[in-house]
């Protein structure tokens, strides 16, 4: 069955960049779209952006100057990047399938935003 | 953007009691060409990805017990547990994919009373 993991550094120092990869297996990333979201505890998760199956990426608006999304079908991953971090955005940061709703997410991974 | 808001907060409810979640959209989701309200719910336990458990307000995913239910149109939707089961007690949002950004509800957290 289709898994994914996000994989990437726990602590990020302000003003920095946040990179992290999502590695997808028993699917191929180019027959799909994939999402990342990111939830700060005790708040709603927030839609980061997507990644269409022709690898175009589509962002939120609120995030745009800021994210990267890409994708390697080589090793059939995902990343994304966020640069000039704060402690907002401290979060669990997920890959998922599909581009509306996600019926299928990493585990997450917790990224702290700290000196 | 499209805002999302949920009422209550949070609830408890007794084990065997209907628990009801409302959730409101700023504006409608209901698209007119295919009559289909682009409204989803999800449950969210600690140390877990949030789980699908609607789509099209009110498709249930395979395997979501029969006892959950998602009901509304436009811009009011409702969650409805009708037999609170232990293993129910999470956080629940709603989500709307009508237009981007995509946006999910603040949730509301349902305990055991």
């Known amino acids: 069955q289709v898994q994914l993991q996000e994989s990437g550094p726990r602590l990020v120092m302000p003003s920095e960049t946040l990179s992290l990869t999502c590695t997808v297996s028993?699917?191929?990333?180019?027959?799909?779209?994939w999402s990342w979201i990111r939830q700060s505890p005790g708040k709603a998760p927030e839609w980061i952006g997507y990644?269409?199956?022709?690898?175009?990426?589509y962002y939120s608006a609120s995030l745009k100057s800021r994210v990267t999304i890409s994708a390697d079908t080589s090793k059939n991953q995902l990343s994304l990047t966020l640069t000039s971090v704060t402690t907002a955005d401290t979060a669990f940061y997920y890959c998922?399938?599909?581009?509306?709703?996600?019926?299928?997410w990493g585990p997450g991974t917790l990224v702290t935003v700290s000196s | 953007d499209i805002v999302m808001t949920q009422s209550p907060e949070s609830l408890a409810v007794s084990l065997g009691e209907r628990a009801t979640i409302n959730c409101k959209s700023s504006?409608?989701?209901?698209?007119?060409?295919?009559?289909?309200?682009?409204m989803g719910w999800y449950q969210k336990k600690p140390g877990q990805p949030p789980k699908l458990l609607f789509y099209?307000?009110?498709t249930r995913i395979s395997g979501v017990p029969d006892r959950f239910s998602g009901s509304g149109s436009g811009t009011n939707f409702t969650l409805t547990i009708s037999s609170l089961q232990a293993e129910d007690v999470a956080v629940y949002y709603c989500?709307?994919?009508?237009?981007?950004?995509?946006?999910f509800g603040p949730g509301t957290r349902v305990e055991i009373k």
């Open positions: 998922a399938k599909d581009r509306w709703t996600f019926e299928l």
């Open positions: 028993g699917a191929s990333i180019s027959s799909s779209y």
């Open positions: 990644i269409s199956d022709s690898g175009s990426p």
């Open positions: 504006q409608t989701v209901l698209s007119i060409s295919n009559y289909k309200n682009y």
């Open positions: 099209w307000a009110s």
């Open positions: 989500q709307q994919f009508y237009g981007y950004p995509l946006s």
